[in-house]
């Protein structure tokens, strides 16, 4: 497995769950040029989150348990790869690690760039138009239409006796339909 590297050629290696950032970490302090895609992603707020909470956005790995690395020397083996802290393994075509193209790994920066622009509307689970029903103890179960979204609060339209009414709500009193 100490296959002379290419210059241009990314190597993936597979981690241990949920390890890929101590992966990624421990591969740059062996001095491997390393490269985690990271999705921004909506989490709904949780028992431990007020909605309003900022941390509705966060970033998870775009590939789970994977990462791309490459050596900054020709002479670096990529033998210590598979005792690295967080590593479970590299991966393999037959006997040969398996490599991904420059070319490639520009594209998924490119879509991780693309993503990181992204706002709350385009990747939150509620958009303008979309049937929902509340959660809340006094309205459980009432359906509404998204109106609008932000940042920590859904704006709805829901008929209450018989007139169209609009409402602002946290993330965490509504579910999709």
């Given at each position: 497995?100490?296959?002379?590297p290419t210059a241009t050629a990314w190597y993936v290696a597979h981690?241990?769950?949920?390890?890929?950032?101590?992966?990624?970490?421990?591969?740059?302090?062996?001095?491997f040029e390393v490269y985690l895609p990271l999705f921004k992603v909506f989490r709904e707020p949780g028992?431990?989150?007020?909605?309003?909470?900022?941390?509705?956005?966060?970033?998870?790995?775009?590939?789970?348990?994977?990462?791309?690395?490459r050596p900054t020397r020709a002479t670096q083996s990529l033998s210590v790869v598979r005792s690295t802290v967080g590593v479970s393994r590299l991966v393999l075509f037959g006997h040969q690690p398996a490599t991904l193209a420059d070319d490639a790994v520009q594209a998924i920066r490119r879509a991780e760039d693309l993503r990181e622009t992204a706002g709350l509307a385009d990747i939150g689970p509620y958009q303008p138009g979309m049937a929902v029903r509340l959660r809340d103890p006094a309205l459980a179960g009432v359906q509404a239409l998204v109106r609008a979204v932000s940042a920590d609060r859904v704006t709805l339209l829901l008929d209450i006796l018989g007139r169209p009414q609009t409402v602002q709500v946290?993330?965490?009193?509504?579910?999709?339909?």
């Open positions: 497995m100490s296959a002379a981690t241990k769950p949920r390890q890929e950032s101590t992966a990624a970490e421990q591969l740059r302090r062996q001095d028992r431990r989150h007020r909605a309003s909470d900022p941390a509705l956005i966060a970033h998870e790995p775009m590939f789970p348990r994977y990462l791309f690395l946290e993330f965490g009193r509504i579910a999709p339909l």
